[in-house]
């Protein structure tokens, strides 16, 4: 067990000590949760920060991707109808 002292800041704020720290493994940008049970004690829980490599597929697409190509091509398609709309309707595409 880890006993560790800390200072409550004018602004109400602590700093976890260094030996609290690499015992439960808290880097920076990880949360802290308090929790005050009913005898006062509180608990704190830490929880990690995601990395952006953890968040791969959390989001499935209802939309099927099409490749590379296909793509290409659509937005061709899209480039060319608006130029022929634009000139249908007079305008300059100058």
Do not use: Y
């Not at 953890?54 to 659509?74: A, H, M, R, Y």
């Amino acid at each position: 067990m880890i006993h560790a002292t800390s200072t409550i800041t004018g602004k109400g704020q602590i700093q976890l000590p260094a030996e609290i720290r690499k015992a439960i493994g808290a880097d920076i940008g990880d949360n802290v949760i308090f929790i005050v049970q009913d005898n006062k004690e509180i608990v704190l829980k830490l929880i990690k920060k995601k990395k952006l490599s953890q968040l791969g597929g959390t989001l499935k697409s209802q939309v099927k991707f099409k490749s590379i190509d296909e793509e290409t091509e659509n937005t061709k398609e899209i480039w060319v109808n608006k130029r022929v709309r634009r000139n249908n309707n007079g305008e300059n595409m100058d």
